[in-house]
Structure formats: structure tokens, C-alpha cells
DNA sequence: TTCATACTTCGACCGTAGCCGAAGCAACGC
DNA sequence: GCGTTGCTTCGGCTACGGTCGAAGTATGAA
């Protein structure tokens, strides 16, 4: 009668389908506008308002003012983390209508996970990693010393990460693999270090392509075995 | 409009509080009966009896019948993990209401976490076996020969705990404590032997209790630096 | 057989909360 | 000033879902 209801309340703001599609549109990690909102949610402008400030007052999502646009995104990387829990437990809970469109195969493939890279690509990249001995550990990830090298050479700035509150290593269960992937600050700075160097494109919503040489260039570091 | 819902479905299901009363009553690992946890939810039997069909339906709980009972606990680990995330979001989203009372005060110090120890005293744990070197990583949490060597030691057979799917070390993370405790098949073994030895007993609800000399031996193996 | 217990199903009631139309602000451009 | 755009607030409608009383099923005991 004393806890149950704390969890309830949360659950109850992520249990409504407009504000699931809302978190869902933002677990991307952008900022997106009330009116985007309210047309991922597939409600009407009011409507959305109505929500989005509910869960802001919850404190899911920070509003951010522009003029006379008004930016929402999910407060934390630790709010998309429970998200994707809850897929992973939607999935099991056989409440899984196997929907194999098109775009669900390219989410599976590849796909932002708030900042960072998930999917079949995000799990091999942690995989590889793992296997070359750039990271150690299975659920407390930690940087090795190879690691430092090799990132360093790849371009990503360490102590830079380091300076953050932010870990740099982080393990994300993967809805789609049931797998881990990469968080943390390294898996974001990977991220973006994979779009400036042009290996992948980010498509609409959380869908990541990778480009042909890309996926060549991602494939020869992390899928194949230590090529050394 | 598509994954929305996915996870909309789940999170109704946790968001209604009968039934996340119904959830957390079950956090324990113990399997509980219809009337047991109408009780605890504040309901009646006949709607404690809906809800629980839905939880089952969702494959949150598995149900097993014996004799004209029918016991319910929930259906996996991971489904304890989730919710103890969500008293994590639920705090930081200001939704704490602080409620210190005294029950409270033995919870956030030792509980039961499923089926291992949380709390003070399960954050101490891990971190004590970090610190001597019993257990490595920080997210993905290894065991490490000389863990392996102490906890055989401690009357656990690490061999037994390596034949099941469960992984032996997992970080679950703690909401009261903000940090991560130690899960997976070593934290429930851990548990028992706790149990066995006579250094806690399990009072009502999740709660733990440290026997005066448990607590002794306890600190002296694991909140102290490493006493070699 | 009869009664008691443990639980499920049915039916009806009621409240809450999501939804939209309309109106009200606020920021910007002209 | 005026009009447009982006968003919020208000009011009323509606429907979904939680709730309980009552009746039905199953198990076990006397």
C-alpha cells in the first residue's frame, strides 16, 4: 500500500499509448517540438500539450523554450534505459505482435538507442570490442588499455569523456538482440565519430543506415574475429 | 504509432496500483497465494483475481496450482530488475513522496531484492567483494579465481551455480542506494548461506534483518578494506 | 452427501482520464 | 497596428477499465 503506488504513478505515464509513442519518438535523444510530438503520438496538438506536460512534471522530459518553439527531450539517458527495459519485457510477455515490416527489419539492423548505437550493429560493435580486448568486463564495462589506444586512434578524445559525469562505459540491453551494447560517454562518442567520418546516415526516427564502405570499414574492426 | 505500444501495454499493466501492490508483494521471490495478495494490493479477492490473469496473460507472473490455492510469483528475475528500475525512476522524477517511517528505514538498510540481498547492506556486499578482488568489472561483474576460492570458502558451490542459465554475477541496480548490488545466481546464494549461517532473518515483506553477531561477521568480511 | 474454502466469472456501476473544439496567450514578421 | 504560427487552457463528451456483489466452479474435509 506504501511503494506499489510510487511505481504505479510512473508506470501509469508510460502506459498511455499517445505518451509511449511521444518517448518513443525522443528516445533518439534529439529535441523535438510539441507539434512533432503530437504527430508521432498521432493526437492532436492539445492533446499532446496536455501530456507533455505531465511528463515533464514527472521529470521524464526537460522542455527547453526557443522563441516561440518549445524543444522537449528525455531528461536522461537513464530514462531511455528503463524504456528499453520495458520493450525487452514487452517482448518476452508474448505481448509481441511479430510486425516484420520493413522499417521494423532496419530498426533490428541498426538504430539510435537515446545516443548511441544499438541493433544487430550496436551489439557486434560491443561484441568485437569485447573479443579485441578494447573493453573488459560483461556488466560493469571498463576500458583496457588496448582500448585507449585504439579509440584514441580512431579519433574520440578520452580524457575529454573522462572529465564528464557521465560513465564512459555502460552496458544497454538491447530490446531487439537481447544482448548488450555500448552506452555510456564512449558509445555516444562512437556514434558520432561513425557520422562524421560518414559510415552511417541517420534516416528518419532512430533508423541508422550504414553506408556500403561503411559498413565495410565498421564489419573489418568489429565482426570479424582479432585480426591481429 | 507502432512500437508505442508495445510498451504502452506493459507499462498499464505495472501502472495500475492493485497491481503494482500485487508486484512488489511478489518482489520477495516468494510465491504468494490470491487471497495473500488481494490483501496486499487492498482489494477484494474477485479483482485481485482479474488483475492476476492479466499479469499472467502478460507472462509477468507464472501461476501454479496446488490444491485449491493457486500460487503466483513473478515469472523471472528480469521482471524484479525492471521494477526495481522503475522505483528508480520513480525518485528521481520527484514523484517521492518521503515517506521515512520507520519500515522504511529497514527496507533502504537490507532487503530482499527477488532473491538476493539489496539495500545499505547489498551495496556493501558488492563493494566489498569488489575491493578484495573477489569479483571484477563494474557493469558486467566476473568472478574472479580468488572470489572463486572465497566463496567456496563461504560453503557455496560455485560449480552447481555455473550449470544453470542464470548468469552467476549480475549488477542490479539498487534504488535506494543509487548504486548497483549483487544479483544474478552468486547474490541468491549468497542469500541463502546468510540465511543458513543465522546472520539474517527474513522478517515480513522484504524486509532483512542482521542478527546482532551476522552483522559482525558480515562487516568484517566485506565493509572493511581488504584485511590481508 | 453436505458443507466450507479458495478461487473465477458475470454484470452493473462509477470515476477517471484521454480526447477534441474553441478560445486565449505569446512570439515573430510585416 | 495586423496576421500568422506555435502552444496552452478550458469545457464538455465519451469510453475504458477498476471495483464490488452475487452467483458459479473446483477442491477438500466431515
Redesign the interface.
Known amino acids: 500500500?506504501?511503494?506499489?503506488?510510487?511505481?504505479?504513478?510512473?508506470?501509469?505515464?508510460?502506459?498511455?499509448?499517445?505518451?509511449?509513442?511521444?518517448?518513443?519518438?525522443l528516445m533518439d535523444g534529439r529535441a523535438l517540438t510539441v507539434s512533432e510530438l503530437a504527430e508521432a503520438?498521432?493526437v492532436t496538438i492539445q492533446t499532446a500539450s496536455g501530456h507533455l506536460s505531465k511528463l515533464d512534471?514527472?521529470?521524464?522530459l526537460t522542455a527547453e523554450k526557443q522563441g516561440r518553439h518549445r524543444y522537449f527531450r528525455l531528461s536522461?539517458p537513464?530514462?531511455a534505459?528503463?524504456?528499453e527495459?520495458?520493450?525487452?519485457?514487452?517482448?518476452?510477455?508474448?505481448?509481441?505482435?511479430v510486425?516484420t515490416?520493413p522499417?521494423?527489419a532496419a530498426?533490428r539492423a541498426a538504430r539510435v538507442c537515446y545516443d548511441h548505437l544499438a541493433g544487430e550493429r550496436g551489439v557486434e560493435l560491443l561484441n568485437g570490442a569485447s573479443q579485441q580486448g578494447f573493453i573488459?568486463?560483461?556488466?560493469?564495462?571498463?576500458l583496457t588499455d588496448r582500448g585507449r589506444a585504439f579509440f584514441s586512434e580512431f579519433g574520440i578524445d578520452l580524457n575529454q569523456l573522462e572529465k564528464g559525469r557521465r560513465?564512459v562505459?555502460?552496458?544497454c540491453l538491447d530490446w531487439s538482440e537481447r544482448r548488450?551494447h555500448l552506452g555510456g560517454a564512449l558509445g555516444a562518442a562512437i556514434l558520432s565519430r561513425l557520422l562524421e567520418k560518414g559510415w552511417v546516415r541517420r534516416d528518419a526516427g532512430r533508423v541508422v543506415t550504414f553506408t556500403c564502405e561503411g559498413l565495410g570499414e565498421f564489419g573489418s574492426i568489429f565482426t570479424l574475429p582479432a585480426q591481429s
Do not use: F, H, W, Y
Request: charged share 20%; glycine share 10%; aromatic share 0%.
Open positions: 500500500m506504501k511503494e506499489g503506488p510510487v511505481i504505479a504513478s510512473v508506470a501509469a505515464l508510460l502506459g498511455d499509448p499517445a505518451r509511449a509513442n511521444i518517448l518513443t519518438a503520438a498521432g512534471a514527472a521529470n521524464l536522461d537513464d530514462v534505459q528503463v524504456l527495459a520495458l520493450m525487452g519485457l514487452a517482448q518476452r510477455t508474448g505481448a509481441t505482435r510486425r515490416g522499417k521494423d530498426l573488459a568486463g560483461e556488466e560493469q564495462l571498463a560513465p562505459c555502460r552496458a548488450s
